[in-house]
Nanobody
Framework: QVHLVESGGGLVQAGGSLRLSCAAS????????MGWYRQAPGKQRELVAE???????NYRDFVKGRFTISRDNAKNTVYLQMNSLKPEDTAVYYC??????????WGQGTQVTVSS
């Protein structure tokens, strides 16, 4: 079993920055990929960015050049640095990880609100 705790969400003006953090605890020896999804009101949850255990990253086009995902394997923590935020980035952001046995866990979500 793995437990994820997110932090760092909040309210920011357009053009501002936020940094999200997500710490994993429990059976952390089995972590493979980690990532961030988001869900805006009335929309489906969508991938934002993901990072493998080896550090390879994948970003959706709508955040490329603005967001940076990173992880600290020693701390079992994944980060999402969000710069040049736009009102359309407003959503609940969810941390996720996939274990080596291909099971996916989710965090409880953290609200990010970008005002225009």
């Amino acid at each position: 079993q793995v437990h994820l705790v997110e932090s760092g969400g909040g309210l920011v003006q357009a053009g501002g920055s936020l940094r999200l953090s997500c710490a994993a605890s429990g059976s952390v020896f089995s972590i493979n990929n980690m990532g961030w999804y988001r869900q805006a009101p009335g929309k489906q949850r969508e991938l934002v960015a993901e990072i493998t255990s080896g550090g390879s990253t994948n970003y959706r086009d709508f955040v490329k050049g603005r967001f940076t995902i990173s992880r600290d394997n020693a701390k079992n923590t994944v980060y999402l640095q969000m710069n040049s935020l736009k009102p359309e980035d407003t959503a609940v952001y969810y941390c996720t990880l996939v274990t080596i046995s291909h099971y996916r866990y989710w965090g409880q979500g953290t609200q990010v609100t970008v005002s225009s």
